[in-house]
């Protein structure tokens, strides 16, 4: 399995930024589709966004598209995800995960390495 580690959450006002990045160690950080999920209180961990091996392709949830941007630097091991325009209800733990092969959807299931999540608060 890979290891992951969250970074970059914190306390942002609305329509701020936070940049958020996830190291991965253990295994060969290019054989795998990167994803980016969150939890807020109460709810389910759902989808935001997805990036293939090479970071070509990327696929976002509804309610982050234009504002939210995934991206990858394999030389790093490291995926990153830019949120711009934060919104209250973006607040939540949010996780990074990992997917060996290929990028299909952003299904929780086929994720099967995870990180401990980084807290992500944005106040109205």
């Known amino acids: 399995q890979v290891q992951l580690v969250e970074s970059g959450g914190g306390l ?13 160690s253990g295994r060969t950080f290019s054989d795998y589709a ?5 939890q807020a209180p109460g709810k389910e961990r759902e989808f935001v966004a997805g ?7 990327t696929d ?3 309610s982050v598209k234009g504002r939210f941007t ?4 394999n030389a790093r091991n490291t995926v990153y995800l830019q949120m711009n325009s934060l919104k209250f209800e973006d607040t939540a733990v949010y ?3 990992a ?3 290929s ?7 086929d994720f099967g390495s995870w990180g401990q999540g980084t807290q992500v608060t944005v106040s109205s």
């Open 12 to 24: 942002v006002q609305a329509g701020g930024s936070l940049r958020l990045s996830c190291a991965a």
């Open 34 to 38: 990167m994803g980016w999920f969150r």
């Open 51 to 57: 990036i293939n091996w090479s970071g070509t392709s």
């Open 60 to 62: 976002y949830a509804d």
């Open 70 to 73: 995934i991206s990858r630097v």
């Open 95 to 97: 996780y990074c995960a």
């Open 99 to 101: 997917k060996r092969g």
């Open 103 to 109: 990028y299909s959807a952003g299904r929780t299931s």
